[in-house]
């Protein structure tokens, strides 16, 4: 207890500077993530040769290597530099946003693409003989078909970038992941500080589980 | 057959790649004085001594990214620098030569878990003593006293020390307590404040221009600027004082007084200046020998 109460100006800032990476980079995973399944499974082969190489390039790639090229390499670009923002903390901030959002999206697209072929490919057959463009057909009959069945995989994808998020540690990004290292410059139990660190991760993720149970439960239909 | 592409493509994408790979070594390894190993050697009351004589060998942790200090050469995979070479003569006097030495890199968050597990017998690499460690370890030294300062482009005469550090961006590995120096401080505001994985990517951030300054012990500092002498250099204004002891386990006062007794007759006799003029000296500066802290 006295780790953690002598160290809570690492606790308290570093969670919620974890909490925000996640809320930020999950909400545009999610959409980026969707964008791309929808290029996977449209009928112009450029745009599925687009999302399968934006998805074979960003899913074989180690995460703290895209990590490295946005917080190093990516600034050498001069397209979005520190200087952008005013100062380094911001521009690393923006960096490990980049990297998590472009990594876990290749996951996200693997996910809904799943979801997506688990439709019958009579609806897509029956909503084009409706009169039902491309982008129509996929909004309204397959995509909420598609979400029904995506949702465990998608937790577990979301979980996985929660945890992601630590690398960001070694890429000057105060966050949750930092907190041991402070903590055992400052000569406390690491065991223990890491165990709350464990803690909190856990109480994270049980409203996760939770809101995942529920919509499995709101969306279950007899089939 | 499209495999077959393929595998060329990576192929030749690979071999393109180690072309432009690093040639060479950076710096000079340094080899350290050899040392004369001491027979029958008696320490008792030591469960950490009976470990190491059991096992037959001696396993130290080290750091193994801190060129001038503890290095590990990435391609022979031997370690050199001033800590390592303290190691070896605390080693010999144990009465372990440089065969029966195995040294283990452990990075600097992991070193009190490695001693109170027994993963190591000591541990030398830029170790810090003080009191709030004292609870977990013990520390025979100090061996060395370092103390905080900053790295800099050669050319930058705006930087002179820690109150001019106002408006740059400096950089340090995450939670080291340099940084947390800065922090607390306010040294610089809190935006500049960038925090690395390894001194090395702190150091490339510098001369690629991205950083203003480097921060930690004068000791890592001058290792760097002794590789590349027309690029950077050290301010040479400490404001710290950061004696570094060699970590044992927490109890074993045996061992911790014969250490003592061994550090103490390497600084009074000249091994001490040796293993230091063999390494670290050669960056030009000299060092004011310690003074032992027995307790």
Do not use: H
Request: charged fraction near 20%; proline fraction near 5%.
């Amino acid at each position: 207890m006295d780790v953690l109460l002598d160290n809570l100006d690492l606790y308290g800032p570093g969670f919620l500077s974890t909490i925000w990476l996640f809320l930020i980079s999950a909400a545009a995973s999610l959409v980026l993530g969707v964008v791309l399944a929808m290029l996977r499974v449209a009928p112009v082969p450029v745009m599925r040769s687009i999302g399968s190489s934006y998805v074979t390039l960003l899913r074989n790639t180690p995460l703290t290597l895209v990590f490295f090229f946005f917080a190093f390499a990516f600034p050498l670009l001069e397209i979005v530099t520190p200087a952008t923002f005013g100062s380094a903390s911001g521009y690393y901030f923006f960096a490990a946003l980049c990297a998590l959002i472009l990594y876990t999206s290749a996951f996200v697209c693997e996910v809904v693409r799943s979801g997506i072929n688990t439709v019958p490919v009579g609806q897509a057959e029956a909503s084009r003989a409706l009169g039902l463009t491309f982008g129509q057909m996929l909004a309204s009959v397959v995509l909420p078909q598609a979400t029904r069945a995506v949702v465990p995989p998608m937790m577990s994808t979301m979980i996985a970038l929660l945890k992601n998020s630590t690398i960001a540690a070694g890429f000057s990004v105060f966050q949750a992941g930092s907190i041991s290292l402070y903590l055992s410059e400052r000569g406390e139990n690491q065991m223990i500080g890491l165990l709350w660190v464990a803690l909190f991760f856990i109480l994270l993720v049980i409203p996760m589980s939770l809101l995942q149970r529920s919509l499995e439960k709101r969306w279950s239909i007899a089939r | 057959m499209r495999v077959r592409t393929l595998a060329v493509a990576l192929l030749a994408g690979g071999l393109a790649l180690t072309a432009c790979g690093k040639e060479g070594t950076p710096g000079d390894p340094g080899t350290g004085p050899s040392q004369q190993v001491a027979a029958d050697v008696k320490v008792d009351g030591s469960p950490t001594f009976e470990k190491m004589t059991k096992r037959g060998k001696v396993v130290i942790g080290v750091k193994e990214d801190q060129p001038g200090l503890g290095y590990k050469d990435p391609t022979t995979n031997k370690y050199t620098g001033f800590d390592i070479e303290i190691a070896k003569l605390v080693a010999a006097k144990l009465g372990f030569d440089e065969a029966k030495v195995e040294f283990k890199s452990i990075p600097s968050a992991g070193r009190e878990q490695a001693l109170i597990n027994g993963d190591v017998d000591y541990y030398v690499g830029t170790y810090t003593i003080n009191d709030k460690r004292k609870q977990q370890v013990g520390f025979a030294g100090p061996y060395f006293t370092a103390g905080q300062d900053l790295l800099v482009k050669k050319e930058d005469s705006s930087i002179t020390g820690p109150d001019s550090l106002m408006g740059k961006k400096v950089c340090s590995v995450t939670g080291s307590t340099p940084i947390q120096y800065v922090k607390t401080k306010a040294l610089t505001e809190p935006g500049n404040i960038v925090e690395l994985q390894t001194y090395s990517q702190c150091v490339t951030q510098l001369i690629e221009g991205a950083i203003d300054a480097v921060t930690t012990d004068d000791a890592i500092l001058k290792g760097y600027a002794a590789q590349t002498p027309d690029k950077m250099k050290v301010v040479g204004k400490p404001f710290s004082n950061e004696p570094y002891g060699i970590g044992l386990a927490k109890d074993d006062k045996a061992l911790r007084d014969k250490v003592n007794d061994i550090l103490d007759a390497a600084i009074k006799g000249g091994d001490w200046q040796a293993v230091y003029d063999a390494t670290l000296g050669k960056s030009g500066s000299t060092a004011d020998k310690p003074v032992l802290d027995r307790y």
